[in-house]
């Protein structure tokens, strides 16, 4: 659970909080009176920190310190147990802020896959936003909620097991729809009928040969301002013998697809 920012910042039980030796180790934990996390680096009694406040440094019983820092929200989708591939928080970053969305909003997700994406959409529309996520395998959807349970957002989703590209959205007046499917443009049509007039759709690919099709596809429906892009991100290593990009990283990820709805003859 995310507890809300408090002022005295302390550690209470049910509490994410990320455990840090170093960059490889790295352990999303729910804090609990009683428990004990190993590495080898030494174990910890992470009883001792509730009460203390986030940023407490603590001790393995090798005398590695340990950090307790406040996960990110690309921790918590990174920490998600993973059946499908997830989405990246470089690509969501950007297509959250090219959509109109914000607390009190009402989106659509397809599919639910991992639940890494329906998670910060909860997170983004809460407190009194819905997430409406469809998913076709049942078994994705039981791993989803497992996922979100932790970080605490489950009552702002709604589950849905259906192939929307055959039966489409119970929902309507919908303020975005975002898509992570193979197959996006068979779900444009029923889409558009969900979506309002004026808002977005975003869709993610990773080949271009989706792109387009999805992209015909929707100059068909009522979409305009069809936009497609692609964020590079490249980490730069900070040392004393020299400042330079690292040389491996994430290098592709997904060609991110945006448009706005139009209600055609909306002038008579
Ligand atoms: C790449 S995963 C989505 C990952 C998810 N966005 C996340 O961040 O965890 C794609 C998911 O879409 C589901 N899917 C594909 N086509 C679908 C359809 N027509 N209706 C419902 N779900 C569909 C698949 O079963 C799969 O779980």
């Not at 804090?31 to 406040?53: Q, V, Y």
């Not at 998600?80 to 802020?97: E, M, S």
């Not at 932790?150 to 709604?158: D, E, F, T, W």
Request: with cysteine; proline share 5%; aromatic share 8%.
């Amino acid at each position: 659970m995310i507890s809300p920012p408090n002022e005295d910042n302390l550690i209470t039980p049910g509490d994410l909080i990320l455990i840090y030796l170093d960059i490889k180790r790295q352990y999303l934990i729910q804090a609990a009176e009683k428990l004990n996390l190993s590495s080898d680096l030494g174990n910890m009694n992470l009883g001792e920190i509730i009460g203390k406040p986030f940023g407490y440094v603590g001790e393995t019983h090798l005398g590695k310190k340990y950090y307790c820092l406040r996960p990110s929200t690309a921790d918590l989708m990174f920490k998600v147990k993973r059946k499908t591939t997830i989405v990246y928080p470089k690509d969501l970053g950007y297509l959250l802020i090219e959509t109109a969305i914000g607390p009190g909003s009402r989106v659509i997700d397809v599919g639910t896959g991992s639940g890494a994406l329906a998670m910060v959409l909860a997170k983004f529309v809460a407190p009194d936003g819905m997430v409406f996520s469809y998913e076709r395998r049942e078994e994705f959807i039981e791993n989803a909620k497992r996922n979100i349970e932790r970080a605490g957002y489950l009552r702002n989703i709604k589950f849905y097991c259906r192939d929307v590209a055959v039966k489409g959205f119970t929902e309507q007046a919908i303020d975005a729809v975002f898509l992570d499917v193979p197959e996006p443009w068979a779900i444009v049509p029923k889409a558009a009928d969900a979506l309002k007039g004026g808002h977005h759709l975003v869709s993610w690919s990773p080949n271009v040969e989706q792109v387009k099709r999805t992209v015909d596809v929707l100059r068909e429906n009522q979409f305009i301002r069809v936009r497609v892009s692609e964020i590079l991100e490249r980490e730069i290593l900070v040392r004393q013998q020299g400042v330079r990009p690292r040389e491996r990283g994430i290098t592709h990820t997904a060609y991110l697809v945006r448009a706005q709805k139009i209600i055609v003859g909306s002038r008579d």
